[in-house]
Each structure stands twice: as C-alpha cells, then as structure tokens.
C-alpha cells in the first residue's frame, strides 16, 4: 500500500509538471505584443521622416545617435525573442499505452507471486492492487520529477532571453521617442521661422504702401533761391531784338534806308 509520503511527493511532483508545461506557452503569448511595439515604432519613423533635421547639419548626432541605438536594440531584442521561441523538446511521461502496459505487467507480477496464507485472509487480489499502485506511483513519481526539471530549466532560459528582449525593446521605443522629440522640436521651430518671415514681409508690404510719397521736385532756380534766368527778360529772349515784330517805315531812323532820301 502506498504510504502517505510517497502520494504527498508524488501530487506536488504532477502539480510542478502541469505548471511548468503551462509556462511554455507564456513565451508564444508574449509574441503581439512584441510584435505590435515593433510595428508602433515603424508608424512613429514613417510619421516624422519628412520633419527630421538635416543629417548634415550640426543636429545630427540627435538624430543618428538615438537611430542607431534603436536599429541595434530591436536588432537584439528579435534575436532575444527568437532564442526564446526556439523549439526544444519538453519532457513528458510515457505514453499512456505504455503506461497501461506497465500497470498489467505488475499485476500479473503480484498475481504470479502471491502474499503468504496468513496474509491472504485480506484477499490476494487486494494485496497485489495495492503492491502495484505503490510500484506504478513511484514510477509516476520519477517521471513527474526528471520531466519537472528538464522543463524548468526551459523555461527558466526562455525566460531570461524574453526578459532581455523585452529590455532592448524598451530602450528601441525609448530612442524612437528622441527621435520623434528632436523632428518635432525641427518641424515646429521651422514652421515658427517661416510665420516670423512671413509676418515681416507682411509689415514692410503694409508700411510701404501707407507711406506718402516723395515730394515733387521743384525747378532749379526756384529750388536755390534765383529770380528768373537772365537770359530772360520779359519772358522774351535775351538775343531778341525790342523791335523785333515792330513794322517800321522806310525812311524812318533806324529802319534800312531811312537816310537814303536825305
């Protein structure tokens, strides 16, 4: 008859083995979110690509910097999840087959060798069922805590490498949100120069127009404080006669012949 330790081991060794088969498929879980990260950071690049500084300007290195961070950290955190998921055979019991094959040999075993007459009162068939309940949980008893083991150490590594892609993919999201700060930052303070040129031009358009314009020249003479030219007198020309356009008679003084007659 199996004793109280021997079912007590033999309960907390199967309560370990269904836990750790579960864990297994904790690491398959953990693959959209690691998957939906990845394609967040993707959106959040393609968003801002057009607003990012010059790379060939004084800010690049906050640009560059935080870029190359994020390449490598995602870099290491798929080769992280990938170590994870890799397929290692887990532990398990025996085929159920097998198992029921075990179970009938060692009945047949109790039935071929029964207990003495003195203990036979009890029934022999009692005796052998109980004999190899005891013989099948000890062999279910080492089954549970080889296959605990290997399967532990399993998923004791799967999740250390899921602990350190998880890591790097925090740093990547991390880089990726400098990199959004700094185009930000460059579209915004881009867009407040352009307003400021625009504003300005504005005003120098609106005070031209407003302004008088300049006075109309005045003439020389007047403008340095001279009479009238001297060569006019009379609004006539100095060079022209003062009796020009006057008829005069012949003979008259002064007109051509006017001595003639004398």
Excluded: C
């Excluded at 579209?187 to 358009?205: F, K, P, Q, W, Y």
């Excluded at 022209?240 to 051509?256: N, Y």
Aim: a neutral charge; hydrophobic letters at 45%.
């Amino acid at each position: 008859m199996p004793t109280p330790s021997l079912d007590h081991i033999e309960k907390t060794f199967a309560d370990g083995y269904r836990k750790e088969i579960d864990q297994e498929e904790n690491v398959w879980r953990s693959l959209p979110f690691f998957a939906a990260t990845l394609a967040l950071q993707i959106a959040a690049l393609a968003g801002v690509a057009d607003r990012l500084p010059p790379l060939d300007g004084p800010g690049r290195w906050w640009v560059l910097m935080p870029l190359s961070t994020a390449g490598g950290s995602t870099f290491l955190a798929l080769v992280g999840m990938a170590a994870a998921i890799y397929p290692v055979r887990f532990a398990y019991l025996s085929p159920e087959p097998d198992l029921l094959d075990y179970v009938r040999e060692l009945d047949e075993a109790e039935r071929a060798n029964p207990p003495p007459k003195a203990d036979a009162q009890d029934g022999a068939a009692g005796a052998a069922r109980d004999d190899a309940a005891t013989a099948l949980k000890t062999e279910l008893a080492k089954q549970y805590a080889a296959a605990t083991h290997r399967n532990r150490r399993i998923n004791q590594r799967r999740a250390l490498f899921r602990s350190v892609s998880g890591l790097f993919t925090l740093l990547s999201v991390l880089s990726i949100l400098v990199v959004v700060t700094v185009a930000m930052r460059h579209h915004i303070s881009g867009r407040a120069a352009v307003s400021a040129a625009a504003l300005g031009e504005a005003g120098d358009a609106t005070a031209k127009r407003d302004s008088p314009g300049p006075a109309p020249a005045a003439p020389a003479a007047v403008r340095d404080g001279a009479g009238p030219s001297p060569a006019v007198r009379g609004g006539a020309p100095a060079d022209a006669r003062s009796d020009e356009g006057v008829v005069q008679q012949p003979g008259a003084p002064g007109a051509p012949g006017g001595d003639r007659g004398r």
